[in-house]
């Protein structure tokens, strides 16, 4: 019986990671910059919680024309995707009023993760924020999803994921995961209600 839902973050409860449209129409960066920088090997190591986001923004910034510093950047771009899913937090909240745990399960660099984790929305509606560069492994690494078996008590066949990436769901159904790519408020009413008819009411 599945006691726990985690919920990636971005593309799942945010709908944007960053604001794509927002940057390419006010500033010029483009989504191509953005895939430069977060398939770029530091910022990689820095999803598993190694290195600082600050110190390896300069050069890319620099290459893209942004006025501000790194910090500046940095802040701008957390706060173009902090707006939650209003339909899938309301499915969350009725999802914790049935007595279904839900959590956050996000890749994610440390300085991220500490604006999302201070985030009062998103606290609000997780018990739990787990992230990649506190647990030092990453979706779809088997090691991520076993340090939130830990964490939580879980076992493999209490737990369903939400993930728009079909990776990362076929990595936690490697692990004995019940699992469902997900990109929509839709999506996410249709992978609930598969897994837990009752818990939605």
């Known amino acids: 019986m599945i006691r726990c839902v985690a919920f990636d973050l971005d593309g799942v409860v945010l709908p944007s990671a960053p604001s794509f449209e927002l940057f390419a129409r006010v500033h010029g960066i483009t989504r191509a910059h953005w895939e430069e920088l977060f398939w770029c090997e530091p910022y990689v190591r820095a999803t598993y919680g ?41 499915l969350i909240a009725r999802l914790r009023a049935s007595g279904i745990d839900c959590v956050a399960a996000s890749n994610q660099e440390k300085r991220r993760a500490r604006d999302l984790d201070s985030h009062p929305p998103l606290r609000e509606l997780f018990s739990e924020r787990f992230f990649s560069c506190h647990l030092g492994s990453v979706k779809p690494e088997a090691a991520y999803y076993r340090a939130i078996e830990r964490a939580l008590t879980c076992t493999p066949q209490e737990l369903l994921f939400l993930d728009d990436k079909a990776a990362n769901v076929d990595g936690a159904r490697a692990c004995g995961w019940s699992a469902e790519v997900t990109s929509s408020a839709d999506s996410v009413r249709d992978a609930l209600a598969a897994h837990l008819p009752h818990a939605l009411g």
């Open 50 to 90: 190694e290195g600082d986001l600050h110190e390896l923004l300069p050069p890319f910034v620099a290459r893209w024309g942004w006025r501000g510093s790194p910090s500046d950047f940095a802040e701008s771009w957390f706060a173009s995707c902090r707006a939650i899913d209003p339909e899938v937090a309301s």
